[in-house]
């Protein structure tokens, strides 16, 4: 995970000396996150998706607001989540 100096440095590796500063200054921390397309069924269970159905035991009864079912949007599987530096 880059810090502001850190960023700051590769800013200037990178022939940015000029706007360095004002760029490092601008950044906040972020997430990244990588998808690509895939079948529920090649998924294994536990881990990252969007859509599709929840990995949830069987007897897990789904949230409901105003008698409507929530929309399931992802799982994220923290184990496989690494920072970038």
Request: charged share 25%.
């Amino acid at each position: 995970m880059l810090d502001r100096d850190a960023l700051r440095i590769r800013l200037i590796d990178h022939g940015l000396a000029r706007v360095a500063d004002e760029l490092a200054e601008l950044a906040t921390p972020s997430v990244t996150i990588l998808a690509t397309i895939a079948s529920d069924d090649d998924i294994p269970v536990g881990s990252s998706k969007f859509g599709g159905c929840p990995d949830a035991p069987t007897d897990f009864t789904w949230p409901h607001w105003k008698d409507k079912p929530l929309a399931f949007l992802a799982q994220i599987s923290l184990s496989t989540c690494r920072l970038w530096s």
